[in-house]
């Protein structure tokens, strides 16, 4: 959601807006809904500009910085403006001005052209324009999130339809989560061995930010007469709802898996992992690794769990790697050649 701060509310005539439908026909895309926001493309002076966001959240027409200046528009265009855009946290942004385009939503003759004005804002964003109430009411657009679809009055009179990109959309997603917040300046501090973080803090796989904590206070409960075999549940949990779950997981005991014995093996049929190697790809023994007295003993101790469920099992080799040694023989001719064993 983006506001414009201190924006005079002006009163405007009500547009005669014919009537608009959607029906299951206007599904365009095979896949489920993912919820994903409706992206287009528009055509605003001579160029067609993809990665557009219908936003109802935003009260405003954003056009950054960055798509400005691919579209190589003149900056004697730019109007000045002190107004900042306000995010729905609070954050302000502030205007580096407005500039009016021509902006052409749907293709001829399944199309309307206005003329839009677009916020000019330096920052990040995976969309190269966002479109908001005041384009969309403009247009007299109607946006549908369910069927990823917008419909509008085209100049010819009819009824356009407009559908997202589904490609583009999931990509401006992966885009806007890979946006990473400026970290402040660390300073280098020694610390004693005991303030070191241990292992699993260290692992480069997992996330460096806070983990999720529970919203309250958790309660053991036990599933059976075996004290090593218990859950949590929320202790803030009405006293009677508190009992129901606690029996319902007591009497489902059976799909707790305690072990890696405990959980049964799949058919091949259903899932399989095998590695994909190179038909000529040659068997390389690998370098023998030196782990630790703690890693080994972890190893050690992972391993033999793996092998009493039946995981994996060992397998002895007769002999190992052949390694070639080179003999050097004389030919008659009294030239020196090298040759391996055979």
Not at 163 to 185: I, M, T, W
Request: glycine fraction near 6%; include cysteine; aromatic fraction near 8%.
């Amino acid at each position: 959601m983006l506001a414009v701060q201190d924006k005079t509310l002006i009163d405007a005539p009500t547009r005669k807006i014919p009537n608009i439908t959607f029906t299951s026909k206007d599904f365009d895309a095979k896949a489920p809904n993912l919820d994903d926001p409706v992206i287009i493309s528009v055509r605003t002076g001579d160029l067609l500009i993809r990665k557009v966001l219908l936003d109802q959240g935003s009260s405003a027409d954003v056009m950054f910085l960055s798509t400005f200046k691919k579209m190589q528009l003149t900056k004697s265009k730019l109007q000045p403006s002190s107004d900042e855009l306000v995010g729905f946290s609070g954050e302000r942004i502030p205007v580096t001005g407005y500039i009016w385009v021509r902006t052409t939503l749907g293709e001829p003759p399944h199309s309307e052209t206005l003329d839009i004005q677009y916020l000019i804002v330096d920052c990040f964003s995976p969309y190269n324009i966002i479109l908001g109430r005041p384009s969309l009411n403009a247009f007299g657009a109607i946006v549908s999130t369910v069927h990823l679809c917008v419909k509008f009055c085209s100049e010819a009179g009819t009824i356009a339809t407009v559908h997202s990109d589904r490609k583009e959309a999931r990509q401006c997603y992966n885009a806007g989560l890979k946006v990473q917040q400026p970290q402040s300046r660390r300073i280098n501090s020694i610390y004693n061995a005991s303030d070191m973080s241990n292992f699993s803090e260290l692992d480069p796989w997992t996330d460096h930010e806070q983990s999720p904590t529970p919203a309250d206070d958790l309660s053991k409960v036990a599933l059976t007469d075996d004290r090593d075999k218990y859950t949590n549940i929320g202790s803030s949990l009405p006293a009677g709802y508190a009992q129901q779950v606690t029996d319902l997981l007591q009497a489902n005991t059976d799909l707790f898996a305690w072990t890696p014995a405990d959980m049964p093996g799949k058919h091949p049929e259903v899932m399989c992992h095998r590695l994909a190697l190179g038909p000529k790809a040659w068997p390389i023994r690998q370098k023998k690794r030196q782990l630790g007295q703690e890693k080994t003993e972890a190893a050690t101790k992972e391993t033999q769990k793996l092998l009493s469920a039946g995981f994996i099992r060992e397998i002895q080799f007769t002999h190992g790697l052949r390694t070639l040694s080179w003999l050097r023989k004389v030919r008659e001719n009294g030239k020196c050649a090298w040759t391996s064993p055979t």
